[in-house]
């Protein structure tokens, strides 16, 4: 019998623990040493901010409406979103309903 650590390095996936940004439920992501990766969908990294302030900048939004700029304010901390495949088929399915999606 083949053991692990007897594999090419290829095809040795390591494992790590993420919180889907949907549901909260815990992912187990499979990452190879490729970069490919199974088990969750990754968006990239977002930023929070503890609190944001308003600025005296406007933005036009059309139709003669303007919004305030804010700034955010505190500590930004970063964090990776990842959703498990069941939230994210149901964004899936419910964006191509709306017909967000045409493929
Ligand atoms: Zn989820």
Redesign the pocket.
Known sequence: MTKIKDLPRVDRAREIKKQ?A????DILIKVFPNGKYTGGNYFGVTEKTESYRETSETMDLGDGLKAHIAEPIGKITKSEYW??S??YNEAYKEAKQKGEIKY
Do not use: F, L, P, R
């Open positions: 889907c949907v549901c909260g439920n959703e498990c069941k939230c």
